[in-house]
């Protein structure tokens, strides 16, 4: 099965500041890959979704993107951030089968 | 919004008691699936039950899918301390394989 990768696990940054987080996977090739971010005791929200290298769609209209250079990772940044942008951030990736792999996630607090 | 909603919100029960909690969705669907999340976690996948299916069993859980109604319902048999987690469906749409949504998710906690 496969196995994702993100880091940091927490990560606290002030307003204005940029963002990267990335996102591996092994185990499996040509993966779909999804940002999803959840506000705490909340469900998740779609942010961004890959198919292939270079190709992502954007759910949200927001202060956020994503990119894919390479089959197996997905980035997700932002040039400046704001106080809403506070959350956790998951990845995940999408098997044969249509079930998705989560990594741990990044908590992200933006003071 | 395609999202589905869970019911309850939160729910209490004791060790070796039924926990069951709902789903509502509002398209039509491809699949819907069961996840759980334990604190500060990802998620992890439980079942799969497809919009021609209408139950479905894996060990300890039952899923049951009534496309009529736009709902299903996660039932987890003699429960134990370790269930205690948020557990979340999650769609997929006709038109679009790719998206996967979320209701808002099921707080069980689950008393030793």
């Known amino acids: 099965s496969q196995t994702i990768h993100q880091w940091p696990a927490t990560l606290v940054q002030p307003v204005g500041s940029p963002l990267s987080l990335e996102c591996t996977v092994e185990?499996?090739?040509?993966?779909?890959l999804y940002w999803y971010r959840q506000a705490a005791g909340r469900g998740l929200q779609l942010l961004f979704y890959?198919?292939?290298?270079?190709?992502i769609s954007s759910e949200v209209p927001q202060n956020l993107s994503a990119s894919r250079p390479q089959d197996r990772q997905f980035i997700l940044s932002s040039k400046k951030l704001l106080l809403s942008d506070s959350g956790f951030y998951l990845c995940?990736?999408?098997?044969?089968?249509?079930?998705?792999?989560f990594g741990s996630g990044t908590q992200l607090s933006v003071l | 919004s395609q999202q589905g909603e869970e019911d309850p919100q939160a729910l209490s029960i004791q060790e070796g008691e039924n926990a069951t909690m709902n789903c509502s969705y509002k398209?039509?669907?491809?699949?819907l699936q069961w996840y759980r999340q334990n604190s500060g976690r990802g998620l992890v996948h439980l079942i799969l039950?497809?919009?021609?299916?209408r139950e479905k069993h894996s060990g300890r859980l039952r899923v049951t899918l009534d496309t009529s109604k736009k709902s299903s319902s996660l039932l987890i048999t003699a429960s134990r301390a370790a269930d205690t987690a948020s557990y979340f469906c999650?769609?997929?749409?006709?038109?679009?394989?790719?998206?996967?949504?979320f209701g808002s998710g099921t707080k069980l906690n689950v008393k030793p």
């Open positions: 995940a990736s999408r098997d044969n089968n249509e079930k998705l792999f």
């Open positions: 185990g499996t090739s040509n993966p779909n």
């Open positions: 890959s198919v292939g290298i270079g190709q």
């Open positions: 398209t039509s669907i491809n699949n």
């Open positions: 039950i497809r919009s021609n299916e």
């Open positions: 999650a769609t997929t749409s006709g038109s679009n394989f790719n998206k996967f949504y």
